[in-house]
């Protein structure tokens, strides 16, 4: 029998119901006499005035008080009382408050302007071996520590038509006079020359004093200008190579546009009307404006990843309207309830809002976690995709109610104003609520298709590789890209990454050993002859790989040189390294590979105490865990089966395979993890809101689901927008975080909220609340609910006890 056919038939049945239940089976019967007596022999005396708004409510073994409020929510809890007449405050106060916001976003964007030293490409690893190799390179060859560019030539003349030569060492010639340029090689050189075989490709290697991410801008955009000089028709003229491709930044681009325009559509579906369309809008485009500014600023003190704008945007996009979303549509729902403006808002705040602060809350900290990665270009990136994800919420809980208040009564649909302005809104009407009633009546069905379309899209996950993309993904329009395929082509796929082999403390004759043992290690294409700096006790191998930097086969190669190859050649008393830019990939992915583990726990770890404190509950922080992880895992598989496997890939703009961005499962985690807890503590506490008024599990299942779905339903489906305009992104990375955002989202809000969350919830009954006596007794207090969470004079059961069905 569902748990729907046992409701209760009248309050006098919940409330025998409540009094028969408790944990270990203690059923208390007690007349309200003795609770009034019980009621003032610990905590005095019980206002008359207060009647009204207080209720018993038996909290497994323990005798709970908990009071309630009324239509205005003028007696709630102590936070939710704060955030609500913050609310209030802030619809009386609305001039100044938006007032307030303008001067305050105009100084942000005053400060950040001088602050802003741009983006880097900086792929710094403290302790790894490819940092350790740059640092011993620093000190004894400092001439080579810095990284380098490839000027590419292609003739099909060939390189030595005398028209070409002129032009090439031209060229060469007024690169070497660029500032931080220490060396330029000519491919007529007998030394350390590069050309094909046909005569028609050569590479000149231009070398910089500093790291790619360090090299000025206006160095390399000189060498870009010369190069831009020397084209001809009988000349093509690329540039590639770590500095290059370092200095290639993108802003925010059409995608934050296309994702505008898409929101704007959706609200206007879901409102009917424009001021309330706008709403979100305006406070996302508020946040973006705010956090841009914050995120700037923040590269005058630390080397910020040129991901960071693009991928901030997508984050403080959709999140900014997915918050204000949340508020708005809750604001309106009192509104038409009978409520004031300023009424409404703050109950909106108190709610909603309330919300909205725990899940910006969580991702904030799941982003910040990435600093446990140890890698401070991944930790810096989350810091910035946290500063513009608490900016979100802070526009959310102060611009937006002010802007309520300016708005009035516009927010509700014109038509509904005319035809009945306090008309309750009728749940059990809509197919929502039909939904609702078929899973209440067939939850093993709904549990098992929902749980194997979960696994079925995780499946790919078994074959995730974590790397880099190289040069080779980006778009033919680069000049990166176009370099990289004619050195492929004339030299082999594994000149676009040699490896440099640092040796410390080898003889010459040792030097030879090594060199013959590297050029017989296998899926190695050629080894340069030692350099051997001026101290005399260090050296340097170029080894160029068979293999494209991205294929497995070069990261195999990595690990046999440092493993096996190198210490078996080099001895005793010799130290080896292996690095260069390819290498530094492959720690960063080790790296992230070691300590994913840990961060998925604290992750998890965080989210399951914040939601066990607010829903007094053990059941539902683990069933969310559970469909967090099924969720994201389903988007790592789609991710793996379009970048990886090439499946659909050509609609994403992207044109080669390639391994999944290492620090890509991280951040998209952190991210979910959050969006998810999000869209988990919406419905749920909606469900938990008509639960504390009728105890009747199946019906507040229902009725939760159909009061949330349809906004949960138009947020995830502005998110989804949104992320997927990210895919039309020149870069692959993100391409990749629009992908898996969209998919993780979608199947959130679809399969796991409309299906799998009432499913579990009603198989589940009433232990859905089960939380045990002693814990209930240590955890704080913090009611999502907020407001009219129950109405006067319905006691029922929450919290710890023997669950009933």
């Excluded at 303008?102 to 880097?120: K, M, N, W």
């Excluded at 491709?245 to 579906?269: D, H, K, M, Y």
Aim: with cysteine; aromatic share 8%.
């Amino acid at each position: 029998m569902s748990a729907m056919s046992s409701a209760p038939s009248s309050s006098s049945e919940s409330a025998e119901r409540m009094r028969t239940m408790g944990s270990g089976g203690c059923r208390p019967r007690l007349s309200s006499s003795m609770l009034a007596i019980a009621f003032t022999f610990r905590f005095g005396r019980v206002r008359e005035s207060d009647k009204s708004h207080t209720d018993f409510v038996p909290h497994g073994s323990t005798l709970v008080w908990q009071t309630q409020t009324d239509r205005r929510g003028e007696d709630v809890g102590e936070k939710a009382a704060l955030l609500e007449r913050w609310g209030r405050f802030s619809v009386r106060r609305r001039w100044w408050v938006v007032g307030a916001w303008v001067v305050g976003l105009a100084l942000l964007g005053l400060a950040a302007r001088p602050l802003s030293e741009g983006t880097v490409n900086s792929l710094g690893i403290p302790g790894a071996e490819s940092q350790e190799a740059v640092d011993l390179l620093q000190a004894s060859f400092p001439e080579r520590s810095g990284d380098y560019g490839d000027i590419v030539f292609k003739a099909p003349a060939g390189l030595d038509d005398p028209g070409v030569r002129e032009g090439i060492e031209a060229l060469l010639a007024g690169v070497a006079t660029v500032p931080e340029v220490v060396a330029v090689s000519s491919p007529y050189q007998a030394a350390g020359a590069m050309l094909s075989a046909d005569g028609t490709v050569g590479i000149a290697r231009v070398q910089f004093s500093r790291g790619a991410d360090e090299v000025s801008t206006a160095s390399v955009k000189e060498v870009e200008r010369l190069i831009e000089a020397a084209r001809s028709e009988a000349l093509q003229v690329e540039f590639g190579g770590p500095v290059p491709a370092g200095q290639e930044r993108e802003g925010p681009n059409e995608s934050t546009i296309l994702g505008l325009i898409a929101a704007l559509i959706i609200l206007l579906v879901l409102f009917r009307t424009l001021v309330p369309t706008a709403l979100p809008l305006v406070t996302a485009m508020s946040g973006l404006a705010a956090g841009f500014a914050i995120v700037f600023s923040m590269t005058a003190i630390v080397d910020l990843s040129k991901f960071a704008p693009n991928i901030g945007a997508m984050i403080g996009l959709g999140v900014g309207i997915d918050y204000a979303l949340f508020i708005v549509a809750r604001h309106r729902e009192q509104v038409l309830a009978g409520h004031t403006v300023e009424e409404a808002a703050g109950i909106a705040l108190a709610t909603a809002g309330k919300s909205v602060v725990f899940a910006g809350g969580v991702v904030v900290t799941s982003l910040l976690g990435l600093f446990l990665m140890g890698i401070p270009f991944v930790g810096w990136l989350g810091a910035a995709a946290a500063a513009m994800v608490a900016v979100a919420v802070v526009v959310a809980m102060t611009l937006l109610p002010a802007l309520l208040g300016i708005a009035g009564r516009t927010v509700v649909y014109l038509g509904r104003r005319r035809r009945n302005d306090t008309a309750a809104i009728d749940h059990e009407a809509s197919a929502w609520y039909r939904l609702g009633q078929s899973i209440m009546r067939r939850p093993y069905v709904f549990l098992g298709v929902s749980t194997a379309i979960l696994v079925v899209l995780s499946i790919p996950v078994l074959d995730l590789r974590l790397g880099s993309a190289d040069a080779g993904n980006n778009p033919v329009t680069k000049t990166t890209r176009r370099a990289y395929d004619i050195t492929s082509e004339a030299f082999g796929p594994g000149a676009n990454g040699p490896l440099t082999v640092v040796i410390q403390g080898a003889g010459t004759e040792r030097l030879n050993d090594i060199r013959e043992a590297i050029a017989a290690s296998g899926n190695v294409a050629a080894v340069s002859q030692p350099v051997v700096n001026a101290a005399g006790d260090t050296a340097i191998i170029a080894v160029t790989p068979g293999t494209a930097p991205q294929d497995q086969a070069t990261s195999d190669l990595v690990h046999r040189l440092r493993d096996d190859i190198l210490p078996g050649a080099a001895g005793d008393g010799v130290t080896t390294y292996v690095a260069g830019t390819t290498a530094r990939y492959i720690d960063i992915a080790d790296r992230i590979g070691d300590r994913l583990p840990l961060f998925f726990a604290l992750v998890i770890g965080i989210s399951f105490i914040l939601l066990t404190v607010v829903f007094r509950s053990l059941l539902i922080p683990l069933k969310a865990a559970l469909m967090n992880l099924l969720s994201i895992g389903a988007a790592y598989g789609v991710i793996v089966a379009v970048f990886q496997w090439g499946w659909g890939l050509a609609l994403t703009g992207a044109d080669r395979t390639g391994p999944v961005e290492s620090f890509l499962p991280m951040m998209l985690f952190a991210v979910l993890f959050g969006l998810s807890m999000d869209y988990e503590v919406f419905l749920v506490s909606r469900i938990r809101e008509e639960f504390l008024k009728s105890g009747d599990n199946a019906r507040s299942v229902a009725r939760g689901l159909t009061s949330t779905a349809s906004v949960i339903t138009a947020a995830a489906t502005i998110m989804v927008v949104v992320f997927l305009s990210f895919v039309m992104n020149d870069q692959r990375v993100v391409k990749e975080f629009g992908l898996g955002l969209a998919v993780a989202v979608f199947i959130d809000a679809t399969v796991v909220r409309l299906l799998l969350v009432p499913a579990t919830m009603e198989l589940m009954g009433s232990w859905n609340w089960w939380l045990p006596g002693w814990l209930d007794r240590v955890l704080p207090r913090i009611s999502i609910e907020g407001t009219e969470s129950v109405p006067a004079n319905n006691a029922v059961p929450v919290g710890a006890g023997a669950p009933g069905r």
